[in-house]
């Protein structure tokens, strides 16, 4: 019975028990036993007999590393196992190659020798694939179909093709079943992920879990090629206002033959910056490049929607000298205020200002407790300093933003995922360079772009649009607030809550301030009744009958009785102001 509720219970979780048997069979197989039994997730799956021991990593919290290689040895039994386990984790294992800031360097060079593990697939199932979505036999749309791939993905396979009206183009498909393979793979990632952080306090402060989430949220947008389509055009909708030399070039894309699992997009016949062929051309590519990288970050902190991929495989150089880029499933996309930030952070960076890059990142950082900032301060000045004024032949612009992830790693500040999506494109730009052997200086490009937006972040225009929207902002909440205090005294009222006010440490200069308070209120009202008995002395009275001598026993009533009032007052007031 135990063991019938345990399976009813896991396929609550993971619909294919199955792969999750297999995925778990996989991971023990290539070392990851020890981590699987600590884990216990294996006693979820009814039936299941883990592989022989052998070789066990030993990495769970508080085991003891013997070789000084274990990232190494860690990140090449990880790479075997994602790719016996296919598209889903070979993904993973990419997206982990640009974690500098998690991982050490041997781990991440084992996983990026993933990037071009990914194998094909038979052209039989990919032209059922072209058939099955558009509907209807290739003949009727193609006049021909090259059946070897251009190029394989973890996601998509691209084939060559010439349109019946002789267009040339590109037919990039879906994986057959890779959207429900990625789902249950998901699932499974982010059950293993939950179960390892609570097996090791090592992983957990990694945030392996969040990263996860992450990565599954932007792998189904990938699965989604209709959002590719999207992509391109918004591109070369923003480049047209932004690249007036038109340096760049967009294929375009023949939206009645775009679906969720196909895009047709027009060829482009140039030659890849991945070729040697390139390199005979690099002073005509630098000017360009140069230019591009300006482009770029007019791009980013224009509209904050960025191609996030641009490395030297997304580069063609065209026939026209013109540069061609492809493949537009990775974008990133950044706010208002995120742009504004960036621009901040970049403008610190390039004027030395190194207390701002500080509270910049604090901005839109994630962290715990407020690290000390003076010690954050000089950390990130003494990782960034031996690069500045250094052109792209004499520094590693990648080793900047990784060194700064690390330092503030350290201090346990971590960035959000689209900030590594930006730091990966520059990034990325900056490899373009140097694997056409190029120099430019990076901070300069970036200096000269990023002052006209410092001015305008501050224009009279746009400090008036923000005043604008903070006003609205404003009479929303005037209109919401009331709502809401009157629903809350509802509730209060409902539950017969009761408020109490404590204040403690102060009771005494309070008490003191109070009775001073009403010490002056006496001695106001005393000085009223005195001032009072005084003006009674000036009503005309003859003493002449009299004598001056009996003149003291002549003064009003009245005049006496405010006096004493006055007198009792004050009295009163001033015991008041020696009670403790």
């Known amino acids: ?30 070392g990851f036993q020890e ?21 066990s990593l030993g990495i769970s919290s508080g085991d003891d590393i013997d070789h000084s290689n274990w990232p190494q040895v860690l990140g090449s039994r990880l ?9 889903t984790f070979i993904k993973l294992g990419q997206l982990l190659s640009s974690r500098e800031d998690m991982f050490p360097p041997l781990f991440i060079e084992e996983m990026k020798k993933l990037l071009h593990q990914v194998k094909g697939i038979p052209f039989e199932e990919g032209k059922k694939v072209i058939e099955d979505s558009l509907g209807c036999p290739l003949g009727q749309i193609f006049k021909s179909v090259d059946p070897v791939a251009i190029g394989t993905a ?24 890779i959207e429900k393979i990625a789902k249950t793979d998901s699932a499974i990632l982010q059950l293993l992920a939950e179960k390892i952080e609570n097996a090791s306090a090592d992983v957990k402060q990694l945030g392996l879990s969040k990263l996860i989430r992450e990565f599954s949220f932007n792998l189904q947008n990938e699965l989604d090629f209709n959002m590719e389509c999207l992509n391109a055009e918004r591109l070369r909708a923003n480049l047209s206002l932004l690249d007036t030399d038109k340096i760049f070039y967009l294929p375009k894309m023949y939206k009645e033959y775009c679906k969720e699992n196909i895009l047709v997009m027009e060829y482009l016949d140039g030659i890849l910056f991945t070729s040697n062929e390139v390199k005979q051309f690099a002073p005509i590519i630098e000017t360009n490049l140069a ?50 930030t960036l621009i901040s952070i970049l403008y610190s960076l390039v004027s030395f200002n190194f207390e701002n890059i500080t509270y910049e990142f604090l901005e839109v950082a994630e962290y715990e407790t407020i690290p000390d900032i003076d010690v954050l301060t000089q950390d990130i000045k003494r990782c960034v300093d031996p690069f ?12 900047i933003f990784t060194a700064i992830i690390r330092t503030l790693s350290k201090h346990k500040i971590y960035l959000p995922n689209e900030w590594f999506i930006v730091f990966r494109a520059l990034a990325a730009l900056d490899g373009v360079g140097r694997s056409l052997n190029l120099d430019y200086d990076i901070f300069s490009i970036i200096n000269s772009n990023i002052q006209g937006k410092v001015q305008k972040i501050f224009s009279q225009e746009e400090m008036v649009e923000d005043a604008i929207w903070g006003l609205k902002d404003l009479f929303t909440l005037t209109r919401i607030l009331p709502r809401h205090f009157k629903w809350f005294l509802k509730e209060f009222a409902k539950r017969n809550y009761a408020l109490e006010v404590r204040v403690k440490g102060p009771e005494k200069e309070l008490n003191r301030l109070a ?44 005049s006496l009785i405010f006096w004493t009032l006055a007198l009792l007052l004050f009295l009163r007031g001033l015991s008041l102001t020696r009670r403790k």
Do not use: W
Request: with cysteine; charged share 20%; net charge positive.
């Open 388 to 399: 500045l004024g250094l052109t792209i032949k004499q520094m590693d612009f990648p080793k």
């Open 79 to 87: 790479r075997i196992s994602f790719e016996e386990l296919g598209p």
């Open 35 to 55: 981590l699987i039994l600590k884990t216990g997730i294996h006693t979820k799956i009814p039936g299941l007999v883990l592989p022989e021991k052998s070789n």
């Open 291 to 340: 230019k591009s990288l300006g482009i770029f970050i007019d791009c980013l902190l224009q509209d904050g929607f960025f191609h996030a991929d641009l490395h030297q495989g997304n580069f063609l150089l065209l026939k026209n000298h013109q540069i061609g880029i492809i493949d537009f499933g990775l974008v990133g996309s950044l706010g208002k205020k995120g742009r504004t």
């Open 1 to 30: 019975m135990d063991i019938i509720k345990t399976g009813i219970g896991i396929t609550k979780t993971i619909k294919n028990v199955g792969r999750l048997r297999e995925i778990i069979t996989i991971f023990a197989k290539n």
């Open 515 to 558: 009775n001073a308070v009403i010490f002056v209120g006496h001695c106001f009202i005393a000085g009223t009744l005195l001032y009072g008995g005084i003006s009674l002395l000036h009503v005309p009275y003859d003493y002449s009958s009299t004598g001056a001598s009996t003149a003291s026993s002549k003064i009003p009533t009245l």
């Open 154 to 177: 973890s996601i998509g396979i691209v084939y060559k093709a010439e349109l019946l009206n002789g267009d040339k183009v590109v037919v990039k498909i879906r994986r057959p079943n």
